[in-house]
């Protein structure tokens, strides 16, 4: 393809198959994962792969501990710069942080989220 793309997997992906098909920026450990950062003109952009982050796993403790580096990063970058370089923190996941749906689970998955 010729036009860019960025992905992030969702609850019905297989991950060893979503790696194989779609090569995504590392997250700093050097191998394939789920979750990763990039700038992006005036915005950092993080991608969280929020199944790990409902499941409460290994996977989960990981991302957040990365999670929490990249957030300090980006507020250490803040106060070494000028805010007007980079002013934007996108952050995107497949499951929604704020549901306003009537489905059962997306709620408590909003509110564990």
Same mark, same amino acid.
């Given at each position: 393809?010729?036009?860019?793309?960025?992905?992030?997997? %969702? $609850?019905?992906?297989?991950?060893?198959?979503?790696? #194989?098909?779609?090569?995504?920026?590392?997250?700093? @450990?050097? +191998? =394939?994962?789920?979750?990763?950062?990039?700038?992006?003109?005036?915005?950092?952009?993080?991608?969280?792969?929020?199944?790990?982050?409902?499941?409460?796993? %290994? $996977?989960?403790?990981?991302?957040?501990?990365?999670? #929490?580096?990249?957030?300090?990063?980006?507020?250490? @970058?803040? +106060? =070494?710069?000028?805010?007007?370089?980079?002013?934007?923190?996108?952050?995107?996941?497949?499951?929604?942080?704020?549901?306003?749906?009537?489905?059962?689970?997306?709620?408590?998955?909003?509110?564990?989220?």
């Amino acid at each position: 393809s010729r036009v860019p793309y960025l992905t992030l997997p %969702g $609850d019905r992906d297989d991950l060893p198959a979503y790696h #194989q098909f779609f090569h995504m920026p590392c997250n700093g @450990s050097g +191998a =394939a994962s789920p979750w990763y950062a990039f700038n992006l003109g005036q915005a950092r952009v993080v991608t969280l792969w929020t199944d790990a982050l409902l499941d409460g796993g %290994g $996977d989960g403790a990981r991302q957040l501990e990365w999670l #929490q580096k990249e957030l300090a990063d980006f507020a250490a @970058s803040a +106060a =070494a710069e000028p805010r007007s370089r980079r002013p934007w923190l996108v952050v995107a996941g497949h499951r929604p942080l704020y549901c306003s749906m009537q489905q059962p689970t997306c709620g408590p998955e909003a509110e564990k989220l």
